[in-house]
């Protein structure tokens, strides 16, 4: 079909599969969250027969790809990060209007991660030292092998980021990829498409193809030429999709929600977690690590409180191309209705909105932001993931109580920390529930530290060694000596 031209800028609306843009007959519209108005595009809805034709594409290219040498891919994936960081004007543009998150953070950051995760697996993969050594007279050696087609799902809330992030370590263990990004933020995949084309990627290597769940999805989550299932989303498409992946034996990682707590010791510098506990809004809260149950020592409640009001006063909504704006839109008004079905059930239960709580003049996409006061811990809106701007506060008063409120959910992904002593940093670190736990910071992230979920928020790790594993059939080979 034709492209389109979306601010001068040329995208497919179609699948990428064997080198190919390929259509389907049915379409799904996508718009931009801060201008609800406009529609972007009608994109190929992909069904079985296009999960089949990826599938053949990706078992057919496998062979070749799995005996190229890791510095050899990693030259294919070098070019890719030469050709995003030569695009990212575009790319941010795209992923802005698609997804509604701000510009900026996308034009100075989000983008040339994108690049950073192929160059980082690029490398890790070339430089990897096979472990040998010897044992009862023979020399063991542990090979990684490809293991062949992996379908890769993301979610609608970063969908640059993640795509990258999970396809790199795939392509470097010398696997073909299905990438499959949610049918809320089609469009940067698309463009992603172009420059593998472009980067000189072996038909077939990395094929890309949009849709919903409920149809493509399944269908591939299901084929018996799948060898791994790498997803990012809710925990109810996880249950799904483990099944699949259970029919099939095949490992499958899932990072899903989060309930993090973001955790103020009264020795902490109370203004920087004020203002790291306001920026929990920049997203609306579509973040799947944010730390969104606010929990701080009685002692220092009062005080911390009028500082947060103080920075969440200073958000502002509006186009997310503009610098002033701060805080983006909800992405879809499904998810708007979503939101604020929490928010009417926390009210209706007898929680106290300390703030927001309703929509914003600044456009139908946007929830002011929204301070909630449970009247217990196991109000639905301290126990649920929300993913919109709305935060729980609590407080606490020894160091165990924070801890343990910290700790009384069933997500575990991350958690945030403020405090002034080391010794706490260090205690308290390690007892909050979490696969990554930030002191004093939040976000920072080294691409090659492990990151996924305890308990609901997620099963395996990605990240550096954790996820080229993930993507190899170890094998130790052993050869007698002598
Ligand atoms: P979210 O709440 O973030 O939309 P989902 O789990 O619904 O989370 O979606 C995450 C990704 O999983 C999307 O790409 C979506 O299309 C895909 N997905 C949803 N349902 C299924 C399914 N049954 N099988 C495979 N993929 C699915």
């Given at each position: 079909r034709a492209r389109i031209d979306i601010e001068g800028i040329s995208v497919s609306p179609d699948h990428y599969i064997g080198g190919q843009r390929v259509s389907s007959?049915?379409?799904?519209?996508?718009?931009?969250?801060?201008?609800?108005?406009?529609?972007?595009?009608?994109?190929?809805?992909?069904?079985?027969?296009?999960?089949?034709?990826?599938?053949?594409?990706?078992?057919?290219?496998?062979?070749?790809?799995?005996?190229?040498?890791?510095?050899?891919?990693?030259a294919c994936m070098h070019r890719l990060a030469d050709l995003i960081e030569a695009n990212v004007e575009k790319l941010a543009l795209i992923e802005c209007l698609d997804?509604?998150?701000?510009?900026?953070?996308?034009?100075?950051?989000?983008?040339?991660?994108?690049?950073?995760?192929?160059?980082?697996?690029?490398?890790?993969?070339?430089?990897?030292?096979?472990?040998?050594?010897?044992?009862?007279?023979?020399?063991?050696?542990?090979?990684?092998?490809?293991?062949?087609?992996?379908?890769?799902?993301?979610?609608?809330?970063?969908?640059?980021?993640?795509?990258?992030?999970?396809?790199?370590?795939a392509l470097a263990a010398g696997n073909t990829v299905i990438l499959k990004p949610a049918d809320w933020s089609p469009l940067s995949a698309s463009l992603l498409a172009d420059l593998i084309d472009e980067a000189g990627f072996p038909a077939?290597?990395?094929?890309?193809?949009?849709?919903?769940?409920?149809?493509?999805?399944?269908?591939?989550?299901?084929?018996?030429?799948?060898?791994r299932i790498s997803f990012t989303g809710s925990v109810p498409t996880a249950r799904i999709i483990g099944r699949a992946a259970a029919e099939n034996i095949v490992p499958f990682t899932a990072?899903?929600?989060?309930?993090?707590?973001?955790?103020?010791?009264?020795?902490?510098?109370?203004?920087?977690?004020?203002?790291?506990?306001a920026g929990q809004f920049d997203d609306s809260g579509q973040?799947?690590?944010?730390?969104?149950?606010?929990?701080?020592?009685?002692?220092?409640?009062?005080?911390?409180?009028?500082?947060?009001?103080?920075?969440?006063?200073?958000?502002?909504?509006?186009?997310?191309?503009?610098?002033?704006?701060?805080m983006s839109a909800l992405i879809h008004p499904v998810h708007v209705e979503r939101v604020l079905g929490f928010i009417a059930r926390a009210r209706a239960a007898g929680d106290t909105i300390v703030r927001g709580g309703q929509l914003h003049q600044a456009g139908a996409n946007w929830i002011e932001p929204t301070l909630i006061l449970p009247r217990s811990n196991d109000s639905e809106v301290v126990q649920n993931e929300v993913f919109g701007p709305v935060l729980t506060f609590q407080t606490f008063r020894t160091e165990a109580e924070g801890i343990?409120?910290?700790?009384?959910?069933?997500?575990?992904?991350s958690g945030i920390v403020y405090t002034g002593c080391a010794q706490r940093?260090?205690?308290?670190?390690?007892?909050?529930?979490?696969?990554?736990?930030?002191?004093n910071?939040?976000?920072?992230?080294?691409?090659?530290?492990?990151?996924?979920?305890?308990?609901?928020?997620?099963?395996?790790?990605?990240?550096?060694?954790?996820?080229?594993?993930?993507?190899?059939?170890?094998?130790?080979l052993q050869i007698l000596e002598g």
């Amino acid at each position: 079909r034709a492209r389109i031209d979306i601010e001068g800028i040329s995208v497919s609306p179609d699948h990428y599969i064997g080198g190919q843009r390929v259509s389907s007959p049915d379409t799904f519209e996508t718009r931009c969250p801060f201008d609800w108005s406009r529609k972007l595009a009608d994109m190929a809805r992909g069904d079985a027969s296009t999960a089949d034709l990826a599938a053949r594409a990706a078992t057919a290219a496998f062979p070749a790809w799995a005996a190229l040498s890791a510095s050899e891919r990693a030259a294919c994936m070098h070019r890719l990060a030469d050709l995003i960081e030569a695009n990212v004007e575009k790319l941010a543009l795209i992923e802005c209007l698609d997804m509604g998150m701000l510009l900026e953070s996308l034009r100075l950051r989000v983008i040339l991660r994108g690049a950073a995760n192929f160059r980082n697996y690029a490398d890790l993969a070339s430089g990897h030292e096979e472990r040998v050594w010897s044992s009862r007279g023979t020399l063991n050696r542990v090979i990684r092998m490809p293991a062949g087609p992996a379908l890769i799902i993301t979610p609608w809330n970063a969908p640059f980021m993640l795509s990258t992030w999970k396809c790199a370590p795939a392509l470097a263990a010398g696997n073909t990829v299905i990438l499959k990004p949610a049918d809320w933020s089609p469009l940067s995949a698309s463009l992603l498409a172009d420059l593998i084309d472009e980067a000189g990627f072996p038909a077939g290597v990395f094929n890309i193809v949009q849709g919903l769940g409920a149809d493509l999805g399944n269908a591939l989550v299901s084929d018996p030429r799948i060898k791994r299932i790498s997803f990012t989303g809710s925990v109810p498409t996880a249950r799904i999709i483990g099944r699949a992946a259970a029919e099939n034996i095949v490992p499958f990682t899932a990072e899903l929600g989060g309930k993090s707590a973001l955790l103020v010791f009264a020795d902490a510098d109370l203004d920087a977690a004020a203002k790291k506990a306001a920026g929990q809004f920049d997203d609306s809260g579509q973040v799947c690590m944010a730390g969104t149950r606010i929990i701080v020592e009685e002692s220092v409640a009062e005080a911390f409180l009028a500082r947060f009001h103080r920075h969440v006063d200073q958000h502002v909504m509006g186009d997310s191309r503009d610098p002033a704006t701060t805080m983006s839109a909800l992405i879809h008004p499904v998810h708007v209705e979503r939101v604020l079905g929490f928010i009417a059930r926390a009210r209706a239960a007898g929680d106290t909105i300390v703030r927001g709580g309703q929509l914003h003049q600044a456009g139908a996409n946007w929830i002011e932001p929204t301070l909630i006061l449970p009247r217990s811990n196991d109000s639905e809106v301290v126990q649920n993931e929300v993913f919109g701007p709305v935060l729980t506060f609590q407080t606490f008063r020894t160091e165990a109580e924070g801890i343990a409120l910290a700790n009384s959910t069933p997500y575990g992904l991350s958690g945030i920390v403020y405090t002034g002593c080391a010794q706490r940093a260090e205690r308290v670190g390690r007892a909050v529930r979490g696969g990554t736990v930030w002191v004093n910071t939040f976000l920072v992230r080294d691409l090659t530290a492990p990151f996924g979920g305890i308990g609901i928020s997620g099963i395996g790790r990605e990240g550096g060694d954790y996820a080229l594993d993930f993507h190899s059939d170890l094998k130790t080979l052993q050869i007698l000596e002598g």
